[in-house]
């Protein structure tokens, strides 16, 4: 079985300063790991994946994390917000023997002006 | 790029009542997901289907039912329907089982549903 915390439930951040979201996930298997963004009244939007390879994975919207198989921690993080960055961000972690996505609780991020 | 349609958008239902969900997934994807998501909470896995048949089945309740049909897209039937069931329900779907690449999933905007 899987788990995936989110430490943060939400993130008040100024415009244009950095941000980091935590996410650690617990599997006794090899996992592949997700960031999805939800925006106020909308559907999930990949940002972006780690599934083998570098580390450091660049999504979409300057994001970017990190993955840490000795911290079990796949954090999330953008160098300058943007106010349109306002919107839940859920990390999910996909088992190497399933198929079906397990999320963390979610982190609301407000980007204040 | 084509991506997960749903409909309808907006659902409003009584109690008892029943409601169907119908998702289509992005062309030449053959596996679909099911996923709910109550208020103020994380998305929920539901039931999933590879080539039309089950592959998966999560918290789903047994007044639930679903299937892929030939051309991959899925229904989500849900029947007796209790004030606990209004949710945002999402579709995802992704290229197929084999493979990392092929298990990315990809959303499509839900269906709100509102049990009265």
């Known amino acids: 079985a899987q788990s995936v915390t989110q430490l943060d439930s939400q993130v008040p951040v100024f415009e244009e300063a950095p941000v980091e979201l935590r996410c650690n996930y617990s599997?006794?298997?090899?996992?592949?790991l997700f960031w999805y963004v939800q925006y106020p009244n909308q559907g999930l939007q990949l940002l972006l994946k780690?599934?083998?390879?570098?580390?450091l994975v660049k999504g979409i919207n300057g994001f970017e994390a990190e993955f840490n198989k000795s911290q079990t921690s796949f954090h999330l993080r953008k160098p300058s917000v943007h106010i349109s960055d306002t919107a839940e961000y859920f990390c999910?972690?996909?088992?190497?023997?399933?198929?079906?996505?397990?999320f963390g609780g979610g982190t609301r991020v407000l980007v204040k002006p | 790029a084509a991506g997960v349609i749903q409909s309808p958008r907006h659902l409003i239902k009584e109690k008892r009542e029943t409601a169907t969900l119908k998702c289509y997934p992005i062309?030449?994807?053959?596996?679909v997901y099911w996923y709910q998501q109550g208020p103020g909470q994380d998305p929920q896995f539901l039931i999933s289907?590879?080539?039309?048949?089950?592959?998966d089945k999560g918290s789903i309740p047994d007044r639930f039912s679903a299937q892929q049909f030939s051309d991959y897209h899925s229904e989500l039937n849900m029947s007796s329907l209790e004030l606990g069931d209004s949710a945002l329900y999402f579709c995802?779907?992704?290229?197929?089982?084999?493979?990392?690449?092929?298990?990315?999933?990809?959303f499509g905007p839900g269906t709100r549903l509102l049990v009265l």
């Open positions: 995802a779907s992704s290229p197929g089982l084999a493979g990392a690449e092929e298990e990315t999933q990809y």
């Open positions: 599997s006794s298997v090899s996992v592949y």
């Open positions: 780690y599934l083998s390879g570098s580390t």
């Open positions: 999910a972690a996909l088992g190497a023997a399933g198929n079906k996505l397990t």
């Open positions: 062309p030449r994807h053959d596996t």
């Open positions: 289907f590879y080539e039309k048949m089950q592959s």
